[in-house]
């Protein structure tokens, strides 16, 4: 029995202690009325605490209170209940998106996700990485460039970059079976001056697997946070597997040792004279795509005066 409320005995005994302390040496009037006016001033920054975590919600409030006033007051309590169903469901798909395991989605959900991180991201850097030829990456994100390089986003573009794990043959096989969308998906990077380059799938692979990263293909989002992307097929239907991370110190260094090896193997795209070519690049570019990589890791609001150009 002791044990069980050892702690509530323990506080107890202070503040016994506290109080005769007090009357012994000042009087109990004078410490009870500092314990009032301290406490006082403890509940009012406990009030305006609370009161900005509101006001930092204050959207999702306003949706709940909306629902309120234009519900029947008849049904307005079962409502309320089921609704707050649904809203421990959503507790359910923050703690599965921000697990190692990640959350399944369809591509309506992707869409909403995809949307929601470059919103967040808030116009800093980004770097993506992706398994896929640009016709599948159409396939599979159809509106995952159209987000990335809105024009409220890129208002000052050229620090986003993008690593395509494929080969050069399937890359040429691509281009030759769909010109127009691989031109396009080309074209979109080049004219924002977002870096297209190349590495091996095997050699992404491994190196993600040395970091013990969950997915080669990946966003980093304005050195905030990191979502992990894997496609996979329900039968005849396409899924997504998204984890979604905030960057924290070690999984930094792992994303910045990951894209620092992937640069030293990176080639860079080229679609010239209707040929495609993964060329070598000389150093200054290397060095210059080591630093948007960086960049994109540490890049934080009072940077933004900051802004790197591919060469």
């Given at each position: 029995m002791i044990k069980e409320y050892r702690h509530e005995i323990f506080l107890t005994v202070i503040a016994f202690l506290a109080f005769s302390l007090a009357s012994r040496w000042e009087g109990l009037s004078p410490f009870i009325g500092g314990f009032i006016h301290h406490l006082t001033i403890i509940l009012l920054a406990i009030a305006l605490g609370f009161a900005f975590a509101l006001y930092a919600i204050r959207k999702d409030i306003s949706t709940l209170l909306e629902q309120h006033r234009s519900t029947n007051e008849n049904v307005r309590l079962p409502l309320a209940l089921f609704m707050r169903y649904r809203l421990e469901a959503l507790q359910r798909v923050r703690s599965d998106l921000t697990s190692p395991t990640g959350l399944d989605l369809d591509e309506s959900?992707?869409?909403?996700?995809?949307?929601?991180?470059?919103?967040?991201?808030?116009?800093?850097?980004?770097?993506?990485?992706?398994?896929?030829?640009?016709?599948?990456?159409?396939?599979?994100?159809?509106?995952?460039?159209g987000k990335q390089f809105s024009e409220d986003r890129l208002r000052s573009p050229g620090y986003d970059a993008r690593i395509l794990f494929t080969s050069e043959d399937e890359l040429r096989a691509d281009y030759h079976s769909n010109k127009v969308m691989f031109t396009d998906f080309y074209e979109n990077h080049w004219s924002k001056h977002v870096r297209l380059l190349q590495v091996d799938k095997p050699t992404a692979a491994q190196l993600a697997k040395n970091q013990h990263l969950s997915s080669t293909d990946l966003g980093i989002f304005g050195g905030r946070f990191v979502a992990f992307f894997t496609p996979y097929k329900n039968g005849t239907v396409v899924r997504y597997r998204i984890q979604l991370e905030a960057l924290t110190p070690e999984r930094r260094q792992q994303l910045q040792q990951y894209m620092h090896m992937l640069n030293r193997y990176a080639k860079e795209i080229r679609l010239q004279n209707n040929v495609v070519d993964c060329v070598e690049r000389d150093s200054a570019k290397v060095e210059a795509d080591e630093q948007r990589f960086v960049w994109a890791l540490t890049s934080s609001a009072w940077k933004r005066s900051i802004r790197l150009r591919a060469p």
């Open positions: 959900e992707l869409e909403r996700f995809v949307d929601s991180c470059f919103s967040a991201n808030d116009g800093k850097s980004y770097v993506g990485t992706d398994s896929n030829v640009p016709t599948r990456f159409y396939e599979l994100y159809p509106t995952y460039l």
